[in-house]
């Protein structure tokens, strides 16, 4: 992959990530960010109400990777600790 390629895609996950995050703060009080993208993986991190929350592996595993994955089927999304 070219770093255009990576920037090209790594704009386009921002984009998703930040439309992501603004549902999850409004009906959730919680929030996604974009930390890093390495070209095979897409680091984020969950914050506001999130934290702390039992459900938060369901968010990530199934609300943001989920999503991410229905537009970018080859990427791993990571949660940073």
Known sequence: M???TINEKEVQLRGLLDKLSA???QFHGGT???VAFDGKA???RLGGACLNCPLLPSTLHGWVAGTIHQFFPDLEVIEEK
């Open 2 to 4: 070219t770093a255009t």
């Open 23 to 25: 549902y999850v703060e």
């Open 32 to 34: 996604v960010e974009f």
């Open 42 to 44: 897409v680091t984020v």
